[in-house]
């Protein structure tokens, strides 16, 4: 991506500025700008290692011969559970350009980010707002809209969340993105129909294998806020999968 696609004004620095994103990008043209300084990564410091308290040993129980030691109960899936998905809300972007823009779909535990409340809650919805911005889908030229997945049990109620492979079919129809970029492991793996870790499925683009016909939409994928905020070192990997993402829009 060259550098006009991303390029900021003084009063998009200055607002960048009072959210805490340092966008460190020279004013030539280059190839890749740097990533700001809210998605570099963060050098924890060192900690001493904790003291090791002395711990006698118990002598371990005795099993007569014949039997077996009792396995930890499994914990069992409820029944009928699946990867589901909301229907698509609109992040950015006017109200009559819904189409053509980007696609975002993220994991969303329902138990901490609340489903019938904001896209994403506290630090991690700002992280997010802060990440949409640098790339500057803010301004509303492309519409951009977020799905959210997680796993649990249809409830084939009205507008209630639905299997993710009928609920994407479904917004790919109405929306017909020109990027879907997944956040998170479950979105990815769901998405691209592979058990490899995100590590591996991030940093490149990869077809869509959810649903047929999609091949020439580019998908991206990349990890998710929450987990930035526990692991900020992989900043710099996020960013620059964003910026692989905008440079599809490019082409």
């Not at 700008?33 to 308290?53: K, S, W, Y």
Request: net charge neutral; charged share 20%.
């Amino acid at each position: 991506m060259t550098l006009h696609t991303l390029k900021l004004d003084a009063r998009q620095r200055a607002m960048l500025d009072e959210m805490g994103v340092k966008v460190w990008w020279p004013t030539a043209l280059v190839t890749q700008p740097e990533q700001p300084a809210e998605l570099r990564p963060v050098a924890a410091a060192a900690a001493p290692p904790a003291p090791m308290a002395a711990v006698r040993a118990r002598p371990a129980a005795a099993v007569p011969a014949g039997a077996t030691p009792a396995a930890r109960p499994a914990v069992a899936a409820p029944h009928g559970a699946g990867i589901l998905a909301e229907a698509p809300r609109r992040l950015y972007g006017e109200e009559g350009a819904a189409q053509a823009g980007w696609l975002i779909v993220a994991d969303m535990p329902p138990e901490l980010d609340g489903r019938h409340g904001e896209p994403f809650a506290g630090d991690a919805g700002r992280l997010l707002g802060n990440m949409l911005r640098a790339l500057q889908l803010h301004d509303g030229a492309l519409p951009v809209h977020l799905m959210r997945t997680h796993r649990g049990v249809a409830s084939g109620q009205p507008a209630s969340p639905r299997p993710l492979a009928e609920a994407f079919a479904e917004a790919v129809a109405e929306l017909a993105p020109r990027i879907v970029l997944a956040m998170g492991p479950l979105a990815a793996q769901s998405l691209m129909q592979s058990s490899e870790p995100l590590g591996k499925l991030r940093g490149r683009v990869a077809p869509l294998a959810v649903m047929t016909g999609m091949q020439d939409v580019p998908f991206v994928a990349t990890y998710h806020p929450a987990y930035l905020l526990r692991n900020p070192a992989d900043k710099a990997r996020a960013w620059s999968d964003l910026c692989l993402a905008a440079e599809q829009l490019a082409r």
